[in-house]
């Protein structure tokens, strides 16, 4: 799996946008961006995935660079419950028989203020 | 909306006794996964599980982990002489099949304390 590099910390007024990025510039043709996060100690939480296409859901918004070494995370207006650490992760999606595990890095711990 | 279950939320036990910390994954899920979070640390695999058979596991499971499916909801992790060393959230994951996709969902994990 292509390594991921994430800034350790970052802070973020709340009702602001909060840009997270991460640099995996090893990444290969077939593996996916994944974005999960973690509250304080409870499991961690799928927040979206892409290819190369920019993605959005509910949650936020995944934009992807077209060289496709970096990509960045957007909350488009953070509070406070969405304090946490942010997990980039890549890897190939899984369509053989294969675990597909995923690959915990520390990741980006975002701290949104009052 | 559906969610992976775990229970107990905490375990306290006396070193060298046996643990089992139990999920019930997502009802129609066919991979199932147990991670650990030692305090401080990355979340870190331990195991994957398919078709009723171990399909990965990483150099922590070693002979005193066993997984297991007892039923048809329930996933359990054994340790079977808990060390000091093994006090870790412990989380289990689960996912639906092949894919695109390959979205994981996490319980919100047994917190086990070994004394």
């Known amino acids: 799996d292509a390594k991921t590099t994430q800034p350790p910390s970052m802070d973020c007024a709340e009702g602001r946008a909060a840009n997270l990025p991460c640099n995996h510039s090893?990444?290969?043709?077939?593996?996916?961006v994944y974005w999960y996060r973690q509250i304080h100690s409870q499991g961690p939480q799928y927040i979206i995935h892409?290819?190369?296409n920019n993605e959005t859901n509910e949650m936020a918004s995944l934009i992807i660079t077209e060289d496709r070494k970096s990509s960045t995370l957007i909350l488009p207006h953070a509070t406070l419950r969405d304090t946490a650490v942010y997990y980039c992760?890549?890897?190939?999606?899984?369509?053989?028989?294969?675990?597909?595990?995923?690959?915990f890095g520390k990741g980006t711990k975002l701290s949104v203020i009052p | 909306e559906p969610e992976v279950t775990q229970t107990p939320s905490h375990q306290v036990t006396q070193m060298g006794q046996e643990v089992i910390l139990r999920c019930v994954p997502i009802?129609?899920?066919?991979?199932f996964y147990w991670y650990r979070q030692i305090l401080g640390q990355k979340v870190e695999f331990l195991v994957s599980?398919?078709?009723?058979?171990?399909?990965?596991k990483s150099e922590i499971f070693d002979d005193q982990f066993s997984v297991e499916r007892p039923d048809g909801s329930n996933f359990t992790l054994k340790i079977r002489s808990t060390k000091l060393e093994d006090s870790a959230m412990y989380f289990c994951?689960?996912?639906?099949?092949?894919?695109?996709?390959?979205?994981?969902?996490f319980g919100a994990g047994t917190r086990l304390s070994v004394l």
């Open positions: 994951a689960s996912r639906r099949d092949r894919g695109t996709k390959n979205i994981q969902y």
């Open positions: 090893t990444i290969s043709g077939n593996e996916y």
């Open positions: 892409g290819l190369k």
């Open positions: 992760i890549v890897r190939v999606a899984g369509s053989g028989a294969g675990s597909y595990q995923l690959t």
């Open positions: 009802s129609n899920h066919l991979y």
């Open positions: 599980f398919y078709n009723n058979e171990i399909s990965e």
